[in-house]
């Protein structure tokens, strides 16, 4: 499980190859995110954050884009046939 610490130092991160964050606040197109998944596997592994504002200085502001994590992690697995963690995390209320 990921640490509130952890969340925060990503989120001061430079985004770039290993980070992308995703405003996303009501939805996001599963198309969409296998390419990221895919885009991030060419470069070696990495991250997408959602609820997140990607200017900086970044500000959590929560996501509705996948509701259930479970369902999504499978249909990665189902599109990829890689296991892709996918974590849903609460960082100030958010």
């Known amino acids: 499980m990921t640490s509130q610490e952890q969340i925060a130092e990503w989120i001061a991160t430079v985004e770039g190859k290993q980070f992308e964050f995703k405003r996303a606040e009501n ?12 885009a991030l596997a060419n470069e070696g592994g990495g991250k997408i954050i959602f609820g997140v504002t990607d200017e900086r200085p ?17 249909g990665l697995y189902e599109k990829l046939k890689q296991h892709i963690p996918v974590e849903e995390l609460t960082f100030d209320n958010k």
């Not at 970044?58 to 499978?74: L, N, S, W, Y």
């Open 27 to 38: 939805n996001f197109h599963f198309g969409t995110l296998v390419e990221y998944c895919v």
């Open 58 to 74: 970044r500000i959590v502001i929560g996501t509705q884009a996948f509701k259930e994590p479970g369902r999504t992690q499978a």
